[in-house]
T-cell receptor, first 113, second 112 residues
């Protein structure tokens, strides 16, 4: 079945550092790929998405490119802020799997001032 | 904009008790999901539904039941609560294939 693997955390960075969170996936067909963010005590909210190969999703300075050849969707941000401290989840959804939304294990990011 | 509404926000149950976690969405979404998130862990799919009258098991359905009699509501039933069901439960909905999901704020359940 479909699966998502992302790097384990926690990832601890200083403010203005570069952030990369690796995400790879296994899926049949052509899924859509998502990054969700969960701030402390809250539910998940969509950060960005990409629906086909080579698409780049971007939002709030974060970017991720749908790489079908490497089955990856790595999240990047050039200069993180303390307010980016959160848990980040990579996810996929595809018609081949009945549109179930499958999540990776999450990566906790802590940005220190 | 209400989006996805979950009730209650917090609940403490004794072992063996039953309860229903409520979830309602006002976006006319066909797809709805229930996930659980254990401390420091990712989300695991319990049950999902692709439309009224249709439900299917996710990866961790044991100990839970669902129903989907309307498009708006997708309640999750715990029949005999066990300490292993202590978790945060999230309901989500989406409009269809390859679309983003919208999440509720979660229900924090403790079974003692």
């Amino acid at each position: 079945g479909d699966s998502v693997t992302q790097m384990e955390g926690p990832v601890t960075l200083s403010e203005e550092a570069f952030l990369t969170i690796n995400c790879t996936y296994t899926a049949t067909g052509y899924p859509s790929l998502f990054w969700y963010v969960q701030y402390p005590g809250e539910g998940l909210q969509l950060l960005l998405k990409a629906t086909k190969a080579d698409d780049k999703g971007s939002n709030k300075g974060f970017e991720a490119t749908y790489r079908k050849e490497t089955t990856s969707f790595h999240l990047e941000k050039g200069s993180v802020q303390v307010s980016d401290s959160a848990v980040y989840f990579c996810a996929l959804s595809g018609a081949a799997a009945g549109n179930k939304l499958t999540f990776g294990g999450g990566t906790r990011v802590l940005v220190k001032p | 904009n209400a989006g996805v509404t979950q009730t209650p926000k917090f609940r403490i149950l004794k072992i063996g008790q039953s309860m229903t976690l409520q979830c309602a969405q006002d976006m006319n979404h066909n797809y709805m999901y229930w996930y659980r998130q254990d401390p420091g862990m990712g989300l695991k799919l319990i049950y999902y539904s692709v439309g009224a009258g249709i439900t299917d098991k996710g990866e961790v359905p044991n100990g839970y039941n669902v129903s989907r009699s309307t498009t708006e509501d997708f309640p999750l039933r715990l029949e005999l609560a066990a300490p292993s069901q202590t978790s945060v439960y999230f309901c989500a909905s989406s409009s269809g294939v390859n679309t983003e999901a919208f999440f509720g704020q979660g229900t924090r359940l403790t079974v003692v």
